[in-house]
């Protein structure tokens, strides 16, 4: 066991952000799992021995502390029994639909209201046991939103700040739920709550003045006991120069290109690259699609779509009635438009190396991203980074947290429109060179000069702050 001490930095995320690698031997390693969270908050973890609390992923899982890349982990615990209920359940079936306007129903279930509650005190009762006298603790996402009140009744010291990476809905979806009141409340433990969009800070302070005893000025939420809540938006972004040197590296650049005559070399190769989620409109952009063809606006040998699903909460329902929905309608497509050797439609349920997805969005002519709801929307900045050639377009939806950023680079859509989606991938792949370009040009610099450091830096500045 590690001697892991006191941390006047900690991060608080429903999982650790490290992989378990069991090696032929059955030994066990751990391994830093991508993302670009644990990369920007890397450099101030080393800076000031910061920890990490959160579940390992696996049930009944309770490893001892551990160090691993100069961070300290501390492992949560969850039973089976909890995983169903506080993270498939209330998380994922409850907040996670509610938060996303409702676009599968919302099951509203004591008994996983009860697990979310007790879990949430777990994981508020393992920071207070590591936080050094006065540390700032950085709470992450919708499944810890009662965490931040629960550590500031346990631990009054803390500077405690909170972000939520999904959208935070308006009053009319938010007043269905039966614990309103509880995670408004759990929220304003937080001195600052973060949110991706404007619109979803505006929906707090609305909510907290409506549903609790607190009052909303601006963006500062005054609590009934007097402390001062900042409520903020910080668009979240992406490692960019992870992104622009693979992209810098020729192997990279040479997959790219076998990627593109592997699919048939079409005149353009239209890309989606998402977790098999329904809030990510893959079905909208498929029937889009699809429809060009039975038309004959596009030739399968003019263009192919390529859609990565990535495998996402496979034992959460609405998630297998997503996957055999979606691969029905890709098998339409294939039997009715495609012929042998040349599918118009290439479908990979998979997940991938950074490296292979990069010389994806390298390689793709259109990126198309249709979420119906999205708190940011990484990927759509990702191919933005990938694109050093100033070459290819951006189709993204307005409902995407990106959409406020990117809204001059892109085409925007409405992914309900079949018909305004059927124009607007017509209109990306006709684009003139010149005017591609330009977009491109003006996306990058939005991407550019917002990096995840970036971020990182502005919500943490803010939090010593408030
Ligand atoms: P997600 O809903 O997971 O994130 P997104 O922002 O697109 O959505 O991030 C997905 C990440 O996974 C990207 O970095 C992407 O490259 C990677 N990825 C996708 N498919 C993959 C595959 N097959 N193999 C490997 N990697 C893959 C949530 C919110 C978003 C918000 C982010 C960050 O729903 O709205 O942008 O958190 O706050």
Redesign the pocket.
């Known amino acids: 066991m590690a001697d892991i001490g006191k941390s006047s930095f900690v991060v608080v995320a429903n999982r650790l952000p490290v992989d378990r690698v069991v090696s032929i031997d059955g030994s066990a390693t751990w391994r830093r799992s991508p993302g670009g969270l644990v990369t920007a908050l890397a450099p101030v973890m080393r800076s000031v021995e910061g920890a990490w609390v959160g579940w390992t992923g696996s049930p009944d899982d309770a490893p001892d502390p551990f160090s691993t890349d100069d961070m300290d982990l501390v492992a949560v615990p969850l039973s089976a029994q909890e995983v169903g209920e506080y993270y498939e359940g209330f998380s994922n079936a409850t907040l996670w639909p509610l938060y996303h306007d409702v676009i599968v129903a919302p099951e509203y279930h004591r008994e996983w209201w009860d697990a979310y509650r007790r879990v949430n005190d777990r994981f508020a009762h393992a920071v207070a046991g590591v936080a050094a006298e006065e540390a700032v603790v950085f709470v992450q996402d919708y499944q810890l939103q009662l965490v931040p009140a629960i550590l500031r009744r346990l631990r009054p010291d803390l500077k405690i700040g909170f972000f939520l ?2 959208p935070f809905p308006p009053t009319e979806l938010f007043a269905q739920l039966p614990w309103r009141r509880q995670i408004l409340e759990g929220l304003l433990g937080a001195d600052l709550v973060g949110f991706q969009r404007e619109g979803a800070a505006e929906n707090f302070a609305s909510l907290a003045e409506r549903y609790t005893d607190a009052t909303a000025e601006s963006r500062q939420v005054r609590t009934a006991d007097g402390r001062t809540v900042h409520v903020q938006s910080f668009p ?1 972004s992406i490692d960019v120069s992870e992104i622009t040197d693979l992209v810098s590296d020729p192997d990279v650049l040479a997959r790219s290109d076998h990627i593109r005559e592997e699919v048939g070399a079409p005149k353009h190769m239209l890309l989606g ?3 098999l ?1 329904y809030t990510k409109g893959i079905g909208h952009r498929l029937k889009a699609f699809g429809e060009l063809l039975a038309a004959g606006d596009l030739t399968p040998d003019e263009a192919v779509m390529v859609q ?1 699903a ?1 495998p996402s909460r496979e034992r959460v329902e609405a998630y297998q009635t997503l996957r055999d929905d979606i691969e029905l309608q890709v098998g339409r497509m294939n039997g009715e438009y495609g012929t042998i050797g040349q599918p118009a439609v290439h479908y990979l349920h ?3 190396e950074r490296v292979e ?1 990069v010389s994806l969005l390298r390689a793709a002519d259109v990126m198309v991203v249709t979420p119906l709801r ?6 759509a900045k ?1 191919y933005v980074a990938a694109r050093t050639d100033l070459g290819g377009a951006l189709v993204l939806s307005e409902f995407a ?1 990106a959409a406020d950023e990117l809204g001059d680079g892109a085409f925007l859509v409405n992914p309900h429109d079949i018909d305004g989606l059927k124009r607007t991938l017509l209109a990306a792949m006709r684009l003139d060179a010149a005017e591609a370009t330009q977009r491109m040009k003006l996306l990058r610099e939005r991407v550019l000069s917002n990096d995840i450091t970036r971020w990182a830096e502005s919500f943490l500045t803010s939090l010593r702050a408030a």
Do not use: A, K, P
Not at 374 to 379: H, I, K, R
């Open positions: 990476h999904i979240i690259v998402d977790r989620d990565v990535t998979s997940s991938y997805l999205d708190g940011m929307n990484l990927v990702e947290g």
